[in-house]
């Protein structure tokens, strides 16, 4: 059963404009959220996180929603531009120390940013 | 900005041949990773490290194995490769969190396995 869910397997945007990646999460101990971008045959780069005491987080032209009642969390980029395109994955770390401090990963969702 | 490598970056190999994917990362981080993932789906974690001389499976149940001998080195081998193996082979490095910090994953390039 998934813990960490992001429905959208796809998502395409024109340059210039507002991207909104989603996820949802089901367990309400997860105190820590991340995202991450990734490139064919690369690997994941960290983009940004967020503690679960905060709702928001700002990094540039990153921002990260939490809405902790309904469990959901978005990364939105603007504006968008082609280098954009990539797959975001979310990740959730239910604690600290020991195995709780491992993440647990979305499927992720490829963006698209068209020119 | 994180120093992790993994060699090599891409590998076809054949049915039954024993390999080794190599992981080191110069930032001292405690804790390391070796993730599968294929494509469209998520990372999935096959053995972590605490540190020196700790080695734990992950969630996905894998056939490889793992050693921790220095802080910067966490090896993944395979026996005897099979199709099944196919797959990319990502290795992570963090700091142990606390609860003001998260712990930050940091990826190597991956490694992309095929065997025939």
């Known amino acids: 059963d998934q813990q960490v869910k992001q429905n959208s397997p796809s998502l395409s945007v024109q340059e210039g404009r507002i991207s909104i990646l989603n996820c949802d999460y089901t367990n309400s101990m997860f105190d820590y959220f991340l995202w991450y971008k990734k490139y064919p045959a690369e690997g994941p780069t960290f983009l940004i996180s967020i503690s679960s005491i905060k709702d928001k987080n700002e990094d540039g032209r990153f921002t990260v929603f939490l809405n902790k009642s309904a469990k959901h969390l978005s990364l939105h980029i603007v504006p968008s531009q082609p280098g954009d395109s990539a797959v975001y994955f979310c990740a959730a770390r239910e604690g600290y120390g020991g195995s709780q401090g491992n993440l647990i990963f979305g499927k992720g969702t490829k963006l698209s940013v068209k020119p | 900005e994180a120093d992790i490598y993994q060699t090599p970056r891409y590998l076809v190999i054949g049915t039954g041949k024993k390999i080794t994917l190599e992981c080191s990362q110069t930032m001292g981080h405690d804790k390391m990773y070796w993730y599968q993932q294929d494509p469209g789906m998520e990372l999935h974690l096959i053995h972590y490290?605490?540190?020196?001389?700790?080695?734990e499976k992950g969630d996905l149940s894998s056939e490889s194995t793992v050693s921790r001998i220095r802080t910067e080195h966490f090896p993944l081998t395979l026996e005897s490769a099979r199709p099944s193996h196919t797959s990319q082979y990502l290795c992570?490095?963090?700091?142990?969190?606390?609860?003001?910090?998260?712990?930050?994953?940091?990826f190597g390039p991956g490694t992309r396995l095929t065997v025939l």
């Open positions: 490290s605490y540190g020196v001389n700790s080695t």
């Open positions: 992570a490095s963090s700091d142990t969190g606390t609860v003001t910090s998260s712990d930050t994953q940091y």
